[in-house]
């Protein structure tokens, strides 16, 4: 059948419109590059907001333990001395 067929003439297309689908063509591929990438991002923001607390709970401790470190290292500094003042022979010449 396709040999007994004749071919029929191309229907003309202006250049400018060739242009412009080329250019739609290209603008949607940009634009789905475009909202995948948005929607990846917004998927790992998600993730942090469900972390923040957990991770801000975590710095805190974390932060309360070095305070409670430096404060039991002062007062145990401070403790020696006191020990080293009080033990201190008094030399009367």
Same mark, same amino acid.
């Given at each position: &059948? &396709? ?6 003439? +191309? ?5 400018? $419109? *060739?242009? %412009?689908?080329?250019? #739609?063509? =290209?603008?949607? *591929?940009? %634009? %789905?590059?475009? *909202?995948?990438a948005r929607k990846k991002i917004k998927k790992d923001r998600l993730k942090n907001i $469900?972390?923040?607390?957990? =991770? /801000? ?5 974390? %932060?309360? @333990?070095?305070?409670?470190?430096? +404060? &039991? /290292?002062?007062?145990?500094? /401070?403790? @020696? #001395? *006191?020990? &080293?003042?009080?033990?201190q022979p008094k030399i009367n010449i």
């Open positions: &059948m &396709m040999a007994s067929e004749e071919a029929q003439p +191309l229907t003309y297309v202006p250049e400018t $419109i *060739l242009k %412009k689908r080329k250019g #739609n063509e =290209q603008w949607a *591929l940009k %634009k %789905k590059e475009h *909202l995948e $469900i972390k923040r607390p957990e =991770q /801000f709970v975590k710095e805190y401790r974390d %932060k309360v @333990k070095t305070c409670n470190l430096t +404060l &039991m /290292f002062k007062f145990s500094g /401070f403790a @020696k #001395n *006191l020990v &080293m003042m009080c033990y």
